[in-house]
């Protein structure tokens, strides 16, 4: 059975400290790790694809890394508008969720 | 704004009466989702249409029952619901089934009194 996990369940930073979110996964044939950006009261919104180990990713301040075991989000120099759950999931019919990292970055 | 648009926004409903949330996509998109999200959890998948045609149903009550009338349309018909099933309705859809990413809309928040 695919199963997600992320960590930290939640993460408070100060502006323009960088840090990482972690999903580790286990799938019998990966099809794709997305990464999603959820906003309260808001639908996930798309950030990253991955499909093969080593691949990487990148949109403003944000870096999504992928490894046969786990992707990284990595975030350099947060803003206050950073802040966010980010959800992680594996691609199949339909995206089966981790349960997100709630991000808060403090000004 | 997204590119999946869901009505209502919002949605207050008896366990006793029938309504209707709809979504709509002009992305030329194939594949069409439902989700369900409870506070502070990820979202469930529900339903899966492809082409529409039915393809997954994740063990969903048969007080909820999906249909879509073409390929970018998805409504979820709602009767003698629970208020357990308060929550916020996400559709999402992609470009095909597998792989691709999907799409969401801000959702219908839905409670059930």
């Known amino acids: 059975e695919d199963q997600v996990t992320q960590s930290p369940e939640a993460l408070r930073l100060q502006e323009g400290e960088s840090s990482s979110l972690n999903c580790s996964y286990t799938v019998s044939g990966l099809r794709g790790l997305f990464w999603y950006r959820q906003d309260p009261g808001k639908g996930p919104e798309f950030l990253f694809t991955?499909?093969?180990a080593g691949e990487e990713k990148e949109k403003e301040r944000l870096k999504a890394t992928l490894t046969k075991k786990e992707s990284f989000l990595h975030i350099t120099a947060p803003k206050p508008e950073d802040s966010a759950t980010y959800l992680c999931?594996?691609?199949?019919?339909?995206?089966?969720f981790g349960k997100g990292t709630h991000l808060i970055i403090q000004p | 704004d997204t590119e999946v648009t869901q009505t209502p926004k919002h949605l207050v409903m008896g366990m006793t009466n029938k309504k209707s949330l709809k979504c709509e996509q002009h992305m030329g998109h194939r594949a069409m989702y439902w989700y369900k999200q409870k506070a502070k959890k990820p979202p469930e998948l529900m339903f899966v249409y492809s082409y529409e045609k039915l393809s997954i149903n994740e063990s969903v009550p048969s007080r909820f029952s999906p249909e879509c009338p073409n390929s970018s349309l998805l409504n979820l018909h709602l009767h003698a619901l629970q208020p357990e099933d308060s929550a916020l309705y996400l559709c999402a859809s992609s470009l095909e089934r597998n792989n691709s990413p999907l799409h969401f809309g801000n959702g219908t928040r839905l409670t059930v009194t």
């Open positions: 999931a594996l691609g199949a019919d339909g995206l089966t």
């Open positions: 991955l499909y093969s």
